[in-house]
């Protein structure tokens, strides 16, 4: 399937009542993580339906989608398109971003591991990356897992997937050890969308109180979640040399006092 369908189909499923369940989360809690970061320029990579910076204060603030992204039914954009380009090869110079949003990009990414080491390029030195994903280890991942074992064995191929049928989910662990092996610093994540994983507006309404009781009960198992990291860049240290050098200095005129001393009481 070529990039631009699954990124109809995730377009598409957003407009469900599960997606503007979703939607509403992502955005309340992007509105409060993005609200106090600090820069010049910040950059949005995908889901225009989401409106990942308008809370924040940046200046120079851009969304950007690929360049396969056509517009086709589904949730209506929140954000003005600003730029068309590639996940893996952002047309930006190196460490000239402060922010970076990726909703749900990784998981649409034709490389993920390749558009995150992008991210790390283009963000300054203490940039954040701010990083929303559908959480495989929930109830919602547990629902689409059994459906993609169901196609697998051929079993009511007539039944759609609960969520978008492309992309890969990213695991919450999995994504922190690539933060990490990018050296950037994880500052705090967050789950959410704890309802049982069912079609119906009205049937989502019944479960409302499952937001409360996951939050308290079972946190890490949100059907979604967002990572915020801090790109860090480790400075060259010299070890030992500078303190040393004092040292060193009174050792040596030690040594010269003594010789001079010898010298003095030596018999003429």
């Avoid at 377009?11 to 997606?19: I, K, R, S, V």
């Avoid at 954000?79 to 402060?98: H, I, K, R, Y």
């Avoid at 034709?110 to 280890?137: C, I, K, W, Y």
Wanted: hydrophobic share 45%; net charge positive; glycine share 10%.
């Amino acid at each position: 399937m070529a990039k631009g369908e699954r990124i109809i189909g995730l377009a598409q499923w957003l407009a469900t009542p599960a997606g503007r369940y979703l939607l509403e989360w992502e955005q309340r809690h992007l509105d409060l993580a993005v609200a106090d970061l600090f820069g010049f320029h910040a950059l949005q990579v995908g889901l225009p339906e989401l409106d990942a910076l308008r809370n924040n204060r940046m200046p120079h603030r851009w969304v950007a989608c690929e360049h396969t992204s056509p517009a086709g039914p589904g949730a209506m954009p929140r954000a003005t398109v600003a730029l068309n380009l590639d996940f893996d090869a952002l047309p930006f110079d190196g460490a000239s971003l402060d922010l970076v949003v990726l909703p749900h990009t990784l998981e649409l990414a034709r490389d993920p591991h390749q558009t995150l080491r992008e991210v790390e390029r283009v963000l300054r030195p203490e940039g954040r990356v701010v990083v929303v994903g559908f959480n495989p280890a929930s109830l919602w991942g547990l629902r689409q897992a059994m459906g993609r074992l169901r196609l697998g064995l051929g079993v009511a191929r007539h039944k759609p997937l609960f969520l978008p049928a492309s992309g890969e989910f990213l695991g919450y662990r999995r994504l922190r050890d690539w933060l990490r092996l990018l050296s950037f610093e994880v500052e705090s994540g967050r789950f959410g969308c704890y309802r049982m994983p069912v079609l119906s507006d009205r049937w989502l309404q019944r479960y409302e109180w499952m937001d409360g009781s996951g939050e308290r009960w079972w946190p890490v198992f949100g059907a979604a979640y967002f990572v915020v990291a801090v790109k860090r860049v480790r400075g060259m240290r010299l070890v030992g040399l500078v303190r040393d050098q004092p040292q060193r200095a009174k050792a040596g005129a030690a040594v010269l006092t003594q010789k001079r001393g010898e010298r003095e009481e030596e018999p003429a």
